[in-house]
């Protein structure tokens, strides 16, 4: 399967590079990425990553009384290459933690989405916090971060989206779809 992620970035620079790598090594085919405006760098990144074909590009402007993201995961439903058959709606600084060092997460999703009734699956988050530090310091986010909260962390029970994009109608809120059709499954199925 085809397994893409959308987000929406505003001056993400800092990370967004070793955001798009990781996820390229864990069999993440592309990214759908709208841009809010950012000014730090993270914009040319995108662009020189969209020439390389790993990254699609979408300016998202602000919207007046609205807050970016819905509208930008709208725009990226509608608009997303029909070759894309997942969907993953993260973060840029959300990582996807496979439960097995040799994951390819892309076939995991591909497993679960074998039932034709499967439109999304419910991921739950992991929050990581600051684990412990005070300031932001030198390296991979991925190594600085290591340790989360305890698994009854009450913000756990939330959860990111992977979605069949032709099945969304919309998205209630950034963690939950509208299906034309179909079931959320989680993770375990």
């Known amino acids: 399967m085809n397994l893409y992620i959308a987000a929406i970035v505003k001056d993400e620079f800092a990370g967004l590079l070793e955001w ?7 069999g993440v085919n592309g990214f759908v990425i709208a841009d809010n405006g950012s000014r730090d760098g993270s ?35 509608r608009s997303c290459d029909r070759n894309i058959d997942l969907l993953a709606f993260i973060d840029a600084d959300e990582f996807l933690l496979p439960l097995s060092p040799d994951l390819n997460v892309a076939d995991f999703f591909a ?12 991921l739950n988050w992991a929050i990581f916090g600051s684990s412990g530090e005070l300031f932001a310091e030198e390296g991979l986010v991925t190594e600085r971060f290591t340790r989360h909260a305890p698994i009854k962390f009450n913000v756990h ?8 994009p032709e099945r969304v109608n919309h998205f209630h809120n950034p963690h939950c779809a509208d299906l034309r059709f179909g079931r959320y499954i989680d993770a375990l199925g």
């Open 157 to 164: 029970h939330n959860f990111k989206s992977v979605v069949k």
């Open 20 to 26: 798009i790598a990781y996820h390229r090594v864990l």
């Open 111 to 122: 497993s679960q989405f074998t039932d034709e009734s499967v439109s999304a699956i419910a």
């Open 43 to 77: 914009r040319e990144l995108l662009a020189s990553l969209a020439r390389l074909g790993i990254v699609t590009v979408i300016d998202q402007p602000d919207v007046v009384n609205q807050k970016p993201q819905l509208p930008a995961y709208e725009r990226i439903l």
